[in-house]
């Protein structure tokens, strides 16, 4: 059985001992006899590849390329509502009429509870807003904000055109990392002394 040369003993043996033992996994040369077969241990030309081990970036991080796309990634939602009214000094959170356009499963429209869109999946969203005021000639503030079930987000504020022949057309956009059941509303507010019937749609897409 080969060893290694044990100190204070093995006199005059050392050489032979040292020899038997390496010769094991040694070619004469010096060079390994199973260089590449080593137990336990993957090759520098399986980093990176299928089957094979991450490599690391310049920072020690994973590079995106070799990371699985999260799943749901590119989902999106549209709703949208025709003729809303909205009173003057009123704050209502707009019903939606339907979906316009759907895509995966992250997001999801109840007809039975309209004015929410439900977040189903944790992510990143990307929201827009845009509200047609229908409101030629009328002047005052305009206002949109953004919510979820558990906190106000964004707040968008703005004089209308006060124009004879052209609505105030309001777009406000974010993005947001929701979790299931940050669903997400809308309230609008204008203040023209009378009421307008607006026109409203909203996408959201699910973008990490």
């Known amino acids: 059985m080969t060893r290694l ?11 032979t001992i040292l020899n ?5 996994a040694h070619n004469n040369d010096g060079t390994l006899k199973q260089a590449g077969l080593i137990t336990g241990a993957q090759q520098t030309s399986q980093k990176g ?3 094979g081990y991450a490599s690391l970036d310049n920072s020690g991080k994973v590079p995106a390329s070799q990371l699985p796309a999260a799943s749901g990634v590119g989902d999106y939602m549209g709703v949208s509502a025709s003729g ?12 939606w009429d339907g979906t316009t356009v759907t895509n995966g499963s992250s997001l999801a429209f109840d007809s039975g509870d309209p004015e929410l869109v439900q977040v189903d999946e944790v992510g990143v969203y990307s929201i827009t807003v845009t509200v047609d005021w229908n409101d030629q000639n009328q002047a005052g503030i305009r206002t949109i904000q953004i919510f979820t079930e558990c906190q106000f987000l964004v707040n968008d504020q703005r004089p209308s055109t006060n124009d004879a022949t052209s609505p105030t057309i309001q777009s406000v956009s974010t993005t947001l990392y929701l979790q299931p059941s940050d669903n997400i509303f809308i309230s ?3 203040i023209s002394g009378s009421s307008l019937s607006v026109f409203a749609r909203m996408i959201v897409t699910r973008c990490a």
């Not at 093995?10 to 050489?15: F, I, Q, R, V």
């Not at 038997?20 to 094991?24: A, C, E, K």
């Not at 809303?84 to 019903?95: E, K, L, N, Q, R």
């Open 49 to 51: 590849q299928a089957n």
């Open 188 to 190: 609008i507010n204008q």
């Open 5 to 15: 040369p044990i100190p204070g003993s093995d006199s005059g043996n050392w050489g």
């Open 20 to 24: 038997d033992f390496l010769d094991v």
């Open 84 to 95: 809303f009214s909205v009173v003057s000094g009123d704050f209502p959170t707009i019903a």
